[in-house]
Nanobody, 119 residues
Framework: QVQLVESGGGLVQAGGSLRLSCAASGSISRFGVIEWSRQAPGNEREWVAQIIGGDAINYADGLGGRFVISKDNAKNMMYLQMNNLKPEDTAVYYC?????????????WGQGTQVTVSS
């Protein structure tokens, strides 16, 4: 059973930075898609950034200039560097991976890490 565990959240002032980490219990290379999503109070979960295959990277509109997604296959880790944080970035951030298994797509989610940005 694959597990994803996020860390690195916390309280930061507007304009500050945080780096979130996602540790995979097995090889992170097995994920065809691995990504970060977030959910703010009262809002639906929204996609933030993703890595497809080995190296194709996509960001949600407006975030690519402040957020950087990366992964380290040797360490089975994925990261989200968040710069110039804004109060509207406050949310629980989730690591999400998709694996193709036996003709189906299996989704794995971490438990989330809270990011709070104060104004």
């Amino acid at each position: 059973q694959v597990q994803l565990v996020e860390s690195g959240g916390g309280l930061v002032q507007a304009g500050g930075s945080l780096r979130l980490s996602c540790a995979a219990s097995g090889s992170i290379s097995r994920f065809g898609v691995i990504e970060w999503s977030r959910q703010a109070p009262g809002n639906e979960r929204e996609w933030v950034a993703q890595i497809i295959g080995g190296d194709a990277i996509n960001y949600a509109d407006g975030l690519g200039g402040r957020f950087v997604i990366s992964k380290d296959n040797a360490k089975n880790m994925m990261y989200l560097q968040m710069n110039n944080l804004k109060p509207e970035d406050t949310a629980v951030y989730y690591c999400h991976g998709v694996v193709a298994e036996n003709g189906n797509y299996k989704h794995y989610w971490g438990q989330g890490t809270q990011v709070t940005v104060s104004s």
